[in-house]
């Protein structure tokens, strides 16, 4: 996941700079304001956050004197007496909010990965004011004339593309804002955005609270009957430092289903952890999100009937490579019926199995999982506990995602142990290009914590710019299960697949090459973002990068191609079900987002029952991966009518990959290509352009389906 934050959009693209002759003051020449750690560029290499010298106390005043600071450089921009140039208004406008950045990329970081009570009051606090600011530029009316002026005649300025794609963004983000509305209609905008961006807040905190305090407690060893030695490790050192001695603790990961399922035999503590999922913000207590939601939900319906559309998801998606509901609609009616099609024929399979064992019960959905394995497991002879000890974390960081990268670009990696971090867990990597100059660095912070929200994601510390001279530092965090010290951390097949998803993203960070902050590197659609870190995916299972990671932790032994050969036999297993609950994910997000104003909202669960049942996503097994009032995506992480993009650029990738099984897989040669032609290119050019110019046509979903097993071609 590319990590989407709701923040002023100026204001998070900007990169950060030297201060010039400035360097001795805070960027607002205030001598006070100079000691704060924001006040001035990092002096770290690649401008790295200096951790060890930033404290909680500093964030609140450099947010607060950095929006100051930007409205007062957007205000000359507007007022300059000077008719309106490329370069007095738009790149002028993408030097603005420097200070800004800085502490927004820190504190977006933090409130992820690393937060606390402090962070989390000045989260709820200061998003309301976020909001004020991005609408007090993009709703600047003056401002908007001299945007609209240089793009009304930006084929005459003898623009080169990336210059004349910054002047179509420009406006067509400042439309998107509101910039045409009436007065009256911008303050009523102003209101709904800080409105909506406090609540947004609030439901981030209240559902990390509510994971928190829903973890499963067992009193008992047995109640956990079946789960691997180390997870049961892990779970006692949980209690512990929770102060529960003599217990085991199984904290909830972000998704409805949880890891733990596939293992425990005890249905009555399957049936207790699923529950304690699935009622997580449920309980009618303080981290109850569902009133939150609701009034979220009926908030962006009516901004979006300010803005002249039907809905919400009809606003948002028009700068989408979707660009409307409708191809979102289609595209789901291609997948719906295949994949429920399969998901019943492996209930099936599952059910019989219960039958066979004579379970005496009707499949639920925390059976599935469970059973699930023991059908793979006879169908495939594969066992999860045979394929862990292969997959130690460390070497499939190391030979495993960094040997793929270095196979396919050229690129190299050294850690480094001189560099600050947010957390002790955090590691540091230096990345060389294949002439050994420098790209930027790459952090990574794989286990799980309570301050940690769920779920895994990549985001940027220093975005890449020529603008500022400026390489990009990029963090991939995820939520892996700690072992107890002194114990390898072995992890899934999945887990290894979400280290090279996200690493997929880091490299499209990484290789960014844009003059402009605001069209570097992720800063782009959210159903174009997760084509590159779902194509990474399929490195996973090259045979080349497979035998130089997956090696017992004990012997080293290279995994057994017998193994291999079942692993990837297996690898359409459960697809059915796997695609099924996206899907309802995905179909829930767009029906929340397609409501039109003053509509009459019902109970959420109620909501739900009738989407899932209108689309034909209501299987009893199958529960949605997200329910409505968990889905951190579209409630407080940006994906807002967006969460269909992790399927849509499954197309992408899918289709994109075959070109590279077409041309002789992994190489240098195909990695540069990809690289010149998909990665380094930001948000220049038109996405479907971007992705004809390499396949040779528009994405296919054929070959999507093929990877799923839902069709035999």
């Known amino acids: ?11 998070l693209v900007a990169v950060t700079a030297s201060c010039g002759n400035n360097e001795n003051k805070g960027e607002g020449g205030n001598d006070a304001a100079s000691s704060n750690p924001f006040a001035n560029a990092s002096v770290l290499p690649y ?91 993009y709703l600047n009316t003056k401002l ?36 045409k509305l009436s007065d009256e209609d911008k303050s009523a905008l102003k209101k709904l955005n800080e409105e909506e961006a406090s609540l947004s807040a609030k439901f981030s905190n209240s559902l990390l609270a509510a994971n928190k305090a829903g973890a499963l407690v067992a009193n008992e060893e047995k109640e956990l009957a079946g789960l691997p030695k180390g997870e049961l490790d892990a779970a006692a050192q949980g209690a512990k430092a929770n102060k529960m001695e003599g217990k085991w603790l199984l904290p909830l990961q972000n998704t409805t289903q949880q890891p733990a399922l596939q293992s425990l035999s005890d249905r009555v503590t399957r049936e207790k952890l699923f529950n304690a999922s699935w009622n997580r913000t449920e309980k009618n207590d303080a981290n109850d999100t569902r009133n939150t939601i609701v009034r979220i939900a009926e908030i962006r319906a009516e901004k979006a009937e300010l803005m002249g559309f039907a809905n919400y998801a009809s606003w948002k998606l028009q700068d989408q490579m979707a660009k409307t509901p409708a191809a979102v609609d289609a595209f789901f009616a291609q997948l719906v019926p295949s994949a429920t099609a399969k998901a019943k024929a492996e209930a099936a399979d599952i059910q019989a199995e219960i039958d066979l064992q004579k379970g005496g019960f009707k499949l639920a959905p925390w059976d599935w999982n469970y059973y699930a394995e023991k059908v793979r497991k006879k169908k495939y002879d594969l066992d999860e506990s045979e394929i862990k000890p292969y997959f130690e974390l460390n070497k499939v960081l190391e030979d495993g995602v960094f040997y793929a990268a270095t196979q396919l670009y050229g690129i190299t990696f050294k850690e480094r142990h001189d560099l600050p971090v947010y957390q002790k867990e955090v590691r540091v990597f230096e990345v060389f290009d294949k002439d050994n100059s420098t790209i930027g660095l790459f952090y990574c912070d794989y286990f799980k914590r309570d301050n940690k929200n769920g779920g895994a994601w990549m985001g940027n510390m220093v975005n890449q710019s020529k603008l500022f001279g400026t390489k990009p530092v990029i963090y991939n965090v995820c939520n892996f299960t700690k072992p107890i010290a002194g114990q390898p951390a072995l992890i899934s097949f999945d887990d290894v697949t979400t280290m090279f998803h996200e690493f997929g993203h880091g490299l499209h960070g990484l290789f960014a090459s844009q003059q402009y902050p605001s069209l570097s590197g992720t800063s782009v659609a959210r159903d174009f973002v997760e084509f590159p870190s779902q194509f990474n995916e399929h490195w996973a299972l090259d045979p080349k990068v497979l035998n130089n990671y997956a090696k017992h932790y004990k012997t080293g032994v290279v995994m057994p191609a017998s193994l291999v050969d079942k692993i990837k036999k297996a690898a359409t297993f459960n697809q059915g079900y796997r695609l099924t609950e996206l899907l309802a994910a995905a179909s829930l997000d767009m029906q929340w987002h397609q409501l ?80 010149d032609m998909i990665l380094s290119r930001g948000n220049t050019e038109d996405y479907g352009k971007l992705f004809r110019d390499f396949r040779g046509h528009d994405p296919k979903i054929e070959p999507m389906q093929k990877n799923r097993g839902l069709t035999s071609k």
Do not use: C
């Open 1 to 11: 996941m590319k990590k989407l934050f709701v923040m002023p959009l100026i204001a």
């Open 144 to 179: 908007f004339k001299r945007v609209e002026t240089i793009y009304n005649k930006r084929n005459s300025l003898k623009l080169d593309p990336e210059s004349l794609h910054l002047a179509e963004y420009y406006y067509q983000q400042f439309t998107l804002a509101g910039a």
């Open 47 to 137: 401008q790295a956050p200096d951790f060890e010298q930033i404290k909680d106390a500093d964030i609140q005043p450099a947010m607060e004197e950095g929006m100051t600071i930007q409205l007062a450089e957007m205000k000359k921009i507007a007022d300059n007496a000077a008719a309106p140039t490329f370069d007095n208004t738009l790149v002028a406008m993408e030097k603005s909010g420097q200070l800004l950045t800085r502490v927004a990329a820190v504190f977006n970081l933090l409130t992820g990965a690393n937060t606390n009570p402090d962070l989390q009051k000045l989260q709820e606090e200061i998003a309301p004011k976020q909001a004020a600011h991005q609408d007090a530029i």
């Open 596 to 675: 039109k104003a003053g509509a009459d909202l019902r109970k959420t669960d109620d909501f739900e029952k009738a989407a899932l049942t209108k689309t034909k996503l209501n299987l009893a097994e199958v529960p949605s991966r997200y329910r409505t009032s968990y889905f951190s995506h579209i409630w407080g992480g940006g994906y807002a009518a967006g969460y269909y993009a992790y399927l849509w650029t499954e197309m992408l990738d899918d289709d994109a990959y075959s070109w590279f099984e077409e041309n002789g897989g992994l190489s240098l040669k195909n990695g540069q290509r990809f690289r």
